[in-house]
């Protein structure tokens, strides 16, 4: 037979309870749901659009200027990104990880 839990200290026992009741919680968890609702059904809709015969991705009429476009819309995002994730401090380093020490064979 296993035994029973111990039971929770006062001060986490009563947050569910304070957290469910609570109308600033209930509105931030219905506004995070409605944002990720509408970010699903634009993408959806974005997924329908792309298999549409007639469109036309030259966006420009010659070839060099889409290719700075490119560089414009795509690879220059895409590069601020990861290097501003890259400059983030990473908050994995804590102190109650340990590094790696294999085992010495023999």
Request: proline share 6%; hydrophobic share 55%.
């Given at each position: 037979?296993?035994?029973?839990?111990?039971?929770?200290?006062?001060?986490?026992?009563?947050?569910?309870?304070?957290?469910?009741g609570s109308p600033?919680?209930?509105?931030?968890?219905?506004?995070?749901?409605?944002?990720?609702?509408?970010?699903?059904?634009?993408?959806?809709?974005?997924?329908?659009?792309?298999?549409?015969?007639?469109?036309?991705?030259?966006?420009?009429d010659h070839p060099?200027?889409?290719?700075?476009?490119?560089?414009?819309?795509?690879?220059?995002?895409?590069?601020?990104?990861?290097?501003?994730?890259r400059r983030i401090?990473?908050?994995?380093?804590?102190?109650?990880?340990?590094?790696?020490?294999?085992?010495?064979?023999?």
């Open positions: 037979m296993a035994a029973a839990p111990a039971p929770l200290p006062a001060a986490v026992a009563g947050w569910w309870e304070d957290m469910n600033a919680w209930q509105d931030g968890i219905f506004y995070a749901l409605a944002v990720l609702y509408g970010l699903v059904a634009a993408t959806s809709f974005m997924c329908f659009v792309a298999f549409d015969k007639e469109a036309d991705l030259d966006v420009l060099v200027l889409n290719f700075i476009y490119y560089l414009l819309v795509e690879i220059l995002p895409s590069t601020l990104v990861l290097y501003i994730l401090p990473s908050k994995l380093r804590l102190a109650q990880y340990q590094q790696y020490q294999p085992l010495s064979s023999g």
